[in-house]
């Protein structure tokens, strides 16, 4: 556990103590089941807000990932002018399989069905890898980067640099 921020002490009391007193909040949210059992959910400050909806990212995600072509995915709001945010999704299919516009399609109606229509995304990319730090960690500041059409932020943790690159180049394109 921290126990400050270097140079903003009130920062770090306002940051991990103030939301709810006394206890000490991470940024990370779970919930446990009738059963006990603890449901991790991600950040909880990773959310889209898609027509008025709060959306988690790491539900649609998890949705994707339960398609059985699907190996990977990372989700992360795009502007949109009507919505607010639309969703954004990058994709790494299982060996073998192929991506086409019906699979588009499949995987859309997929995560329309377990989630609901509002979180069907608007766009899904198919990479062949996702940018990853030297950890593992998805690097989605940086697919947010691409899909709004920003410039790259710092790539310097990335494990390959090479990986959003092609990427970018690959968004750009279609």
């Given at each position: 556990m921290l126990r400050t921020i270097y140079g903003d002490p009130d920062r770090y009391v306002e940051e991990y103590w103030s939301r709810f007193p006394g206890k000490?909040?991470?940024g990370d949210g779970a919930r446990r089941d009738k059963d006990g059992y603890f449901w991790l959910l991600g950040r909880?400050?990773?959310v889209m807000n898609v027509a008025g909806y709060r959306i988690s990212t790491m539900e649609v995600e998890s949705?994707?990932?339960d398609h059985q072509s699907v190996a990977e995915a990372a989700v992360v709001g795009k502007q949109h002018?009507?919505?607010g945010q639309g969703i954004c999704a990058f994709v790494s299919l299982r060996a073998g399989i192929e991506s086409s516009p019906s699979l588009v399609d499949e995987l859309r109606?997929?995560?329309a069905k377990k989630i609901g229509a509002i979180a069907r995304p608007?766009?899904?990319?198919?990479?062949?890898?996702l940018p990853k730090t030297r950890s593992g960690k998805i690097m989605r500041r940086l697919l947010r980067d691409i899909a709004d059409g920003h410039a790259l932020g710092d790539t310097t943790t990335l494990a390959d640099p090479a990986v959003v690159a092609k990427?970018?180049?690959q968004y750009q394109e279609e």
């Open positions: 000490y909040f991470t909880v400050d990773d949705a994707l990932v002018e009507v919505k109606g997929h995560v608007d766009e899904i990319l198919f990479a062949a890898e990427l970018k180049e």
